[in-house]
C-alpha cells in the first residue's frame, strides 16, 4: 500500500488543482513520494494540453494594472468555463500576466508568450502549466496599453460571483479622477467603438450612407426626402458608435461632449473588453 495521507492529497490538490481522484492515484503511482507526483500530475496534464488547444475558451475575466496615472495596461485571460475563472489560480495567473504586460512592454500575444517570467520561465509555460493543472484550455486573449494626460481604469462585474467581465481604460488631457471615472464607466456601459468622429474611417461613414439610402429607398421614400433621411439615419450611427455623440449613460438629456466640456477635459484615448466579445 502507497505511503501517502490524507493531508498528502489535499496538498497536491492545493499545489497542483487536479482533481482528488487524481491526486491519489498520482501519489500511489509514485508510491507516497511527493515530488514524483507532482511530475506525474503535470506530465499526465501537459500530454492533454494538445488536445485541449482546438476548445473553445470563452469564459474568463478581464484584468487592469496602472503605472503610477499616466499609464495602464488592460488584459483578457480566457477560460473555458466560468467555474475555472472564479479560482483563485486562475485569477493569480491572470495578475502575474497582466504585470508582466506592464514590465516586457510586449508587441503582441506571440510577444508576450515569449517574454521571460522569472527563472528562464515564459509566459507560455505559465499557461502550459495551468492548462495541465487545471484540465481547462487557458489563453490570452488580447491586452491593450493606455496613456496619456491622465489614465483610469474600471472594471465591471456582470455578476456579483464572476470576477470582472468588462474592464475600460480611459486617458484624459488632465488629473481629473472624478470625471476619469465617470468617463470610463460610460464606456463600460455604452460600448462605444471611436471617440469622436474624425476617428471613424471615411469608408465607414461612406458605407452607412449607401445602407441608409438603399433601406431608404427599399422603404419607398419619396426620393426629395432621401438626403435628409441619409443624414439623419448616418447621424445616428454617430450618435451610437463615438463616445462624444452618445446620450451621457448617467444623464439622458447631455451628451458626452456636454459633460466634458463642463468638466473642462477632453478625452485623448479609451479602450474597452468584454470577455468573449470582439
Known amino acids: 500500500m502507497a505511503n501517502y495521507t490524507a493531508a498528502d492529497v489535499k496538498r497536491l490538490r492545493e499545489l497542483t488543482a487536479a482533481g482528488m481522484m487524481d491526486c491519489k492515484k498520482a501519489l500511489e503511482e509514485a508510491e507516497g513520494d511527493f515530488d514524483k507526483a507532482v511530475e506525474i500530475i503535470r506530465v499526465k496534464g501537459q ?47 491572470a495578475e502575474k500576466v497582466v504585470e508582466q504586460v506592464a514590465k516586457a512592454e510586449p508587441a503582441d500575444v506571440e510577444g508576450l508568450l515569449g517574454s521571460e517570467v522569472e527563472g528562464g520561465r515564459t509566459v507560455r509555460d505559465l499557461l502550459d502549466d495551468a492548462n495541465a493543472a487545471i484540465g481547462e484550455k487557458i489563453e490570452v486573449r488580447r491586452f491593450a496599453r493606455v496613456s496619456g494626460g491622465y489614465v483610469a481604469a474600471y472594471l465591471h462585474k456582470t455578476s456579483p460571483d464572476l470576477p470582472p467581465q468588462i474592464g475600460v481604460l480611459v486617458a484624459i488631457d488632465r488629473e481629473l479622477p472624478t470625471a476619469a471615472k465617470d468617463i470610463a464607466q460610460h464606456v463600460a456601459a455604452l460600448a462605444p467603438t471611436y471617440v469622436n468622429r474624425a476617428e471613424v474611417p471615411a469608408e465607414t461613414v461612406e458605407s452607412e450612407r449607401r445602407i441608409a439610402e438603399a433601406t431608404a429607398r427599399e422603404e419607398g421614400k419619396p426620393e426629395q426626402a432621401l438626403p435628409k433621411i441619409v443624414e439623419g439615419r448616418v447621424s445616428g450611427f454617430f450618435k451610437e458608435n463615438v463616445l462624444v455623440d452618445q446620450a451621457y449613460a448617467k444623464d439622458q438629456k447631455k451628451t458626452v461632449a456636454a459633460v466634458l466640456a463642463e468638466a473642462g477635459v477632453a478625452v485623448e484615448s479609451f479602450v474597452r473588453f468584454r470577455v468573449g466579445q470582439p
Not at 54 to 67: C, E, F, H, I, K
Not at 76 to 93: G, I, M, Y
Request: no cysteine; aromatic share 4%; proline share 0%.
Open 47 to 93: 500530454a492533454g494540453v494538445k488536445k485541449r488547444e482546438g476548445r473553445s475558451a470563452s469564459n474568463g475575466l478581464v484584468t487592469a494594472l496602472l503605472d503610477g496615472t499616466t499609464s495602464g495596461v488592460l488584459l483578457e485571460l480566457a477560460s473555458e468555463t466560468d467555474f475555472v475563472a472564479k479560482s483563485e489560480r486562475f485569477q493569480q495567473l
